[in-house]
């Protein structure tokens, strides 16, 4: 990423004159000509230079650090939007948003129970499964006998032969890729932290298929795509897929819908007059 010196230096500029000294602790002052704070100010705020804020806001400065731009952020009293600007205009990549892990709010169960004609999922970025509707559950079975370590659709899909069974034969190569391409990248985002590479060991110990596909260095996040699933009481339904991104960093939400006018829409419907008891095995 390219820093851009001039945007910079005016949104630095900017955000120092809208925010007032009241806000930071300052007194205002009688005799203070300059609209918000001074650059002095910020920059004891910030515990750097006077004179390192002045060449930022006059574009003359080097790329700062991201440990600077952490200290910027804090001594403007920053959003996370604005911080995330600051970050993009100072040539660095944005840190990432908070992490939720396991923990659901109410309001995605809520968006969940909601959604009673989509089938719909919420997981991790590594592809731990963390609730689905009666819909979900019906197209591809409840994990409630599953420990939940094993609540991974990576693990499932390289460990446990039924879960393919979910899907044409023909489509298992590209699925496969797809999972090892997706994994990667949410790897990557992490920075390899030990959820990450504590999954990464434990599907390539146990997957010789997981392992090969690992080397191929392939990256990929999967936000959308075509697919088909097979179910034993219904039969192949085609569905448009879709991952969504949720406040936190760390979670995604799996909604798949029929192409409108398709025979899956009857499908679908027929499903949620079958429900759950005859989904296959396991979760898919």
Same mark, same amino acid.
């Given at each position: 990423?390219?820093?851009?010196?001039?945007?910079?230096?005016?949104?630095?500029?900017?955000?120092?004159?809208?925010?007032?000294?009241?806000?930071?602790?300052?007194?205002?002052?009688?005799?203070?000509?300059?609209?918000?704070?001074?650059?002095?100010?910020?920059?004891?705020?910030?515990?750097?230079?006077?004179?390192?804020?002045?060449?930022?806001?006059?574009?003359?400065?080097?790329?700062?650090?991201?440990?600077?731009?952490?200290?910027?952020?804090?001594?403007?009293?920053?959003?996370?939007?604005?911080?995330?600007?600051?970050?993009?205009?100072?040539?660095?990549?944005?840190?990432?948003?908070?992490?939720?892990?396991?923990?659901?709010?109410?309001?995605?169960?809520?968006?969940?129970?909601?959604?009673?004609?989509?089938?719909?999922?919420?997981?991790?970025?590594?592809?731990?499964?963390?609730?689905?509707?009666?819909?979900?559950?019906?197209?591809?079975?409840?994990?409630?006998?599953?420990?939940?370590?094993?609540?991974?659709?990576?693990?499932?899909?390289?460990?446990?032969?039924?879960?393919?069974?979910?899907?044409?034969?023909?489509?298992?190569? /590209?699925? @496969? $890729?797809? +999972? =090892?391409?997706?994994?990667?990248?949410? %790897?990557?985002?992490?920075? *390899?932290?030990?959820?990450? #590479?504590?999954?990464?060991?434990?599907?390539?110990?146990?997957?010789?298929?997981?392992?090969?596909?690992?080397?191929?260095?392939?990256?990929?996040?999967? /936000?959308? @795509? $075509?697919? +088909? =699933?097979?179910?034993?009481?219904?039969? %192949?339904?085609?569905?448009? *897929?879709?991952?969504?991104? #949720?406040?936190?960093?760390?979670?995604?939400?799996?909604?798949?819908?029929?192409?409108?006018?398709?025979?899956?829409?009857?499908?679908?419907?027929?499903? /949620?007059?079958?429900?759950?008891?005859?989904?296959?095995?396991?979760?898919?």
């Amino acid at each position: 990423m390219k820093m851009d010196h001039a945007k910079l230096a005016d949104f630095l500029r900017r955000s120092r004159e809208r925010l007032r000294p009241q806000e930071v602790g300052l007194a205002a002052g009688r005799r203070r000509r300059t609209p918000g704070l001074r650059r002095e100010e910020v920059a004891q705020l910030a515990g750097v230079s006077a004179d390192y804020v002045m060449r930022l806001e006059q574009a003359r400065s080097s790329q700062p650090s991201v440990q600077l731009l952490a200290a910027l952020a804090r001594a403007l009293r920053l959003s996370e939007d604005e911080r995330d600007h600051l970050y993009l205009l100072a040539g660095h990549r944005p840190p990432e948003g908070a992490r939720a892990g396991h923990h659901v709010r109410p309001g995605l169960l809520y968006l969940l129970d909601r959604l009673g004609d989509t089938p719909a999922q919420l997981l991790t970025d590594l592809g731990d499964l963390l609730a689905q509707n009666a819909l979900a559950e019906a197209l591809f079975g409840c994990v409630c006998t599953v420990d939940e370590p094993d609540r991974n659709i990576v693990w499932r899909w390289f460990t446990d032969p039924f879960v393919r069974e979910a899907y044409p034969a023909e489509e298992h190569d /590209r699925l @496969s $890729r797809l +999972r =090892v391409a997706d994994l990667r990248a949410a %790897a990557t985002r992490r920075g *390899y932290d030990r959820p990450s #590479t504590s999954l990464i060991d434990r599907v390539g110990a146990a997957s010789e298929e997981f392992a090969a596909l690992w080397q191929l260095h392939e990256v990929a996040v999967r /936000r959308e @795509s $075509r697919m +088909r =699933v097979l179910h034993p009481s219904v039969g %192949a339904i085609e569905f448009d *897929y879709e991952m969504l991104q #949720t406040q936190a960093a760390d979670q995604r939400l799996r909604l798949f819908t029929p192409p409108p006018g398709s025979t899956s829409v009857e499908a679908l419907e027929l499903l /949620r007059v079958v429900g759950p008891e005859t989904a296959h095995r396991s979760h898919r």
